[in-house]
């Protein structure tokens, strides 16, 4: 096997593993932690607000909570904003508002995910360092 063949495996490797990390890590630290509210609402102009609460402890770069809904079908997820946070161990709530970009979203059943990672510039290049992640069923309902 060249090096240039392991090399490319290596990297395919870790990138696959970096893909992973927010659904094989469900907390960094146990007492790191995010929330989801039971419950999210759609505006008649299709904008989705999402909310919860984290907590979080010290960081070395920007934080973000970061939140996605799917309905129906798993494998299609709908990006909801990013909320900037703070992590200095308080519970703090967050909430994000987007409007997907089709009109799929309708009242019901859904299925949201919550991240908050942090962008930690360790060696220049900035890499995403998760703190916790929770996925959960809600309903959204109209607002």
């Known amino acids: 096997m060249s ?6 495996t290596a990297a395919g490797a870790a990138l696959l593993l970096l893909a992973a990390a927010p659904a094989a890590t469900a ?6 932690t995010v929330t989801v509210d039971p419950t999210g609402s759609i505006a008649p102009d299709g904008t989705v607000t999402l909310s ?8 070395s770069g920007p934080v973000f909570v970061s939140s996605s809904v799917s309905q129906g079908d798993p494998s299609v997820r709908h990006g909801i904003g990013g909320t900037r946070a ?3 161990g308080v519970e ?3 909430e994000n508002s ?4 089709s009109d799929t979203l309708t009242p019901g059943p859904a299925q949201v ?9 360790r060696g220049g290049l900035p890499l995403p360092r998760f703190h916790a ?3 959960q069923d809600i309903t959204l309902t109209e607002s």
């Open 52 to 59: 919860g609460t984290y907590r979080c402890l010290g960081n």
């Open 113 to 121: 995910e919550a991240t908050v990672m942090e962008l930690s510039s």
């Open 86 to 88: 703070v992590c200095d």
């Open 3 to 8: 090096m240039r063949s392991v090399l490319g």
């Open 27 to 32: 907390s960094a630290d146990p007492y790191e």
């Open 133 to 135: 992640t929770q996925r």
């Open 92 to 94: 703090h709530g967050w």
């Open 98 to 101: 987007a409007k997907p970009s």
